[in-house]
């Protein structure tokens, strides 16, 4: 089973940065299958979003329209790393942010803005607080 430990929240004014990292242990029981990584956030009230996804060797990566151009996702296989760079920052990205299993298609070669449908597991997250 995977596991996902976040970190690097935090509170920031708005137009600030943050990098948020995640620390992914385990392994999945199919070898043969494939997944991708992603971070999600969740605003109180509200339904899981998916904001970027990328595949295991970072070929592939996507980003939620909401996002793109400000954020960066970026993986490190010698830690075992995905990372989450946040720029140009607003109070509508306050949210609590984790990481997760995503899934793909082509063998793994693109990854989508959806959790894998075996691999449910998440980190507790990573509270994001943008206010001035």
């Known amino acids: 089973q995977l596991q996902f430990v976040e970190s690097g929240g935090g509170l920031v004014q708005p137009g600030g940065s943050l990098r948020l990292s995640c620390v992914v242990s385990g392994s999945i029981e199919d070898e043969e299958d494939y997944y991708g990584l992603g971070w999600f956030r969740q605003a109180p009230g509200r339904e899981p979003e998916a904001v970027s996804c990328?595949?295991?060797?970072?070929?592939?990566?996507h980003y939620a329209a909401s996002v793109k151009g400000r954020f960066t996702i970026s993986r490190d296989s010698a830690k075992n790393t995905v990372d989450l760079q946040m720029n140009e920052l607003n109070p509508v990205d306050t949210a609590i942010y984790f990481c997760?299993?995503?899934?793909?298609?082509?063998?793994?070669?693109?990854?989508?803005?959806?959790?894998?449908?075996?691999?449910?597991?998440r980190g507790q997250g990573t509270q994001v607080t943008v206010s001035s």
């Open positions: 997760t299993a995503v899934d793909t298609r082509l063998l793994g070669r693109i990854c989508l803005l959806a959790r894998h449908p075996r691999y449910d597991a």
């Open positions: 990328t595949t295991l060797d970072e070929e592939n990566t």
